[in-house]
């Protein structure tokens, strides 16, 4: 038989709901369900084989299940001129910076040049930065190896300026979060269903230079001046590679979404996709600073009826209760250990731990407070490198769970967009975690801040 259609287009409804992640779930009368992370994607079904029009979004407890469709996300809400070519673009700009020039010193605002992006690199326009504890750690260099003049910050939101040779995935006037860790698509573990930590583009703290080449982008007076994560956003522009740029909805406002750049997403994911908590469960967070209320955030989002936040400081007590915490133990007021008055209150244990800390003694009490049976904590702080985690193997051997993350588990391009649509649709409340706003110039009130312990996140604005 002929088909009556053949030759026209075919229109049909497609229903669209959202998952607790932020993943969109496409429904229509196809003869496939298909899951695109991007609200913006459209399923197209056709005489092609399926796997031309979608393939498979890799993404925890579905990625065998969902799918996402070739077309890129949000590339019907560019504006036109935004596809312009920067006419900067292979040019050495000159801008403020944010510059460290010793362990400890005031960051002093320079002009500094900023060398065009080399291949796979890209040089972004940074609107908003937040500060973050690494960036303290590293610039008052207790125990680290000193690198000065440096350009730190990597929680950040910006705007495409330039392009190197090979991106393709990116181009001039995209909305995007650069990010101190990488996904570069290619190596094992970018592949990999389970692991976020590219072989190519990991976390390294000592590096001051692009990897590409070996050299920084940054200079004043023709002497280098050191990049810090890959990223450096205390500058008015930055280049970064670009496995290490999550573009994102040119809706989200850069000034809320730049904090989804490390902390905030380290603790929801710890919870989300690691600790994994049923509706009803109970949680229990240790460490109450920014990436623990991240994880206690992830908690509310997971439906958890009750979140236990533990801190040495009582008066974070208060403020927690905006991130869904309901009870609070502080370990100073008891006599016992705190995991065993822990399990006092809650029948033998609580069903999912998340430590935010990096105190050994804390992650052992994180784990030795989890349910027998089925019991899961998540280790997500950093401890000095010769701590030792002990405790009885029996723990292990009455079914609790012991697990790490980095970063959440997210995989920073193909999982941060997804974040940024939680936000937008009222899935995720990113306000509350900012307590303060300043100037470029004014950016050592934010380290001030940090110091005195008064703030969560303190959003910096580098330009307009």
């Known amino acids: ?91 050495v700009i000159t801008c403020k910076a944010a510059v460290a020039w010793g362990p400890g010193q005031p960051l002093k605002i320079e002009k500094v040049e900023v060398a065009p992006p080399q291949a796979m690199e890209v040089r972004i326009k940074v609107h908003y930065t937040a500060l973050c504890r690494t960036d303290l ?182 403020q927690a209760k905006l991130f869904g915490v309901t009870e609070f133990i502080n370990p100073k007021d008891h006599k016992k250990p705190v995991q065993e008055v822990i399990a006092e209150r809650t029948n033998g244990g609580v069903d999912c731990s998340i430590e935010c800390t990096g105190n050994v003694k804390a992650m052992v009490q994180a784990f030795e407070s989890c349910h027998d049976g089925w019991g899961v904590s998540v280790l997500v702080g950093v401890p000095h490198a010769d701590a030792v985690f002990s405790t009885n193997p029996v723990n292990f051997l009455n079914e609790r769970t012991l697990r790490g993350t980095f970063f959440g588990n997210y995989k920073p391009r193909s999982d941060l967009p997804g974040l940024v649509e939680m936000y937008l649709n009222k899935e995720l409340e990113l306000d509350k975690f900012i307590t303060h706003e300043v100037s470029f110039a004014d950016i050592n009130k934010a380290f001030d801040y940090m110091i005195k312990g008064e703030s969560l996140r303190t959003v910096i604005k580098v330009s307009d």
């Open 1 to 91: 038989m002929i088909s009556t259609t053949a030759g026209e287009v075919i229109s049909y409804k497609v229903f669209g709901t959202r998952d607790h992640l932020g993943r969109s779930t496409v429904q229509g009368n196809s003869q496939a369900l298909l899951q695109a992370k991007f609200s913006h994607s459209k399923a197209i079904w056709g005489d092609r084989p399926y796997k031309e029009n979608a393939k498979l979004y890799c993404r925890r407890s579905c990625r065998m299940q969902s799918a996402q469709t070739h077309k890129k996300p949000f590339e019907d809400q560019i504006d036109p001129s935004s596809k312009m070519a920067s006419s900067t673009a292979g040019q």
């Open 137 to 318: 750690v590293f610039w008052e260099a207790e125990g680290q190896t000193p690198l000065f003049p440096r350009i730190f910050g990597h929680e950040a939101a910006g705007i495409v300026e330039s392009v190197g040779e090979g991106v393709t995935d990116l181009k001039v006037g995209d909305s995007v979060l650069p990010v101190f860790t990488g996904e570069c698509k290619e190596c094992r573990h970018c592949k990999s269903e389970e692991s976020n930590m590219c072989d190519l583009l990991r976390i390294n703290t000592e590096r001051g230079v692009m990897i590409s080449d070996g050299k920084s982008r940054f200079s004043i007076d023709g002497k280098p001046v050191y990049h810090f994560l890959g990223t450096s956003t205390f500058s008015e522009y930055t280049v970064v590679h670009v496995g290490c740029v999550a573009k994102i909805n040119p809706e989200a406002p850069l000034n809320k979404v730049c904090i989804l750049s490390c902390g905030v997403s380290t603790g929801m994911g710890a919870t989300l996709n690691v600790g994994k908590p049923k509706k009803g469960s109970t949680v229990a967070i240790f460490g109450l600073g920014s990436v623990g209320l991240g994880a206690a955030e992830g908690a509310r989002i997971a439906g958890a009826s009750r979140i236990i936040g533990i801190d040495l400081n009582s008066d974070r007590y208060e």
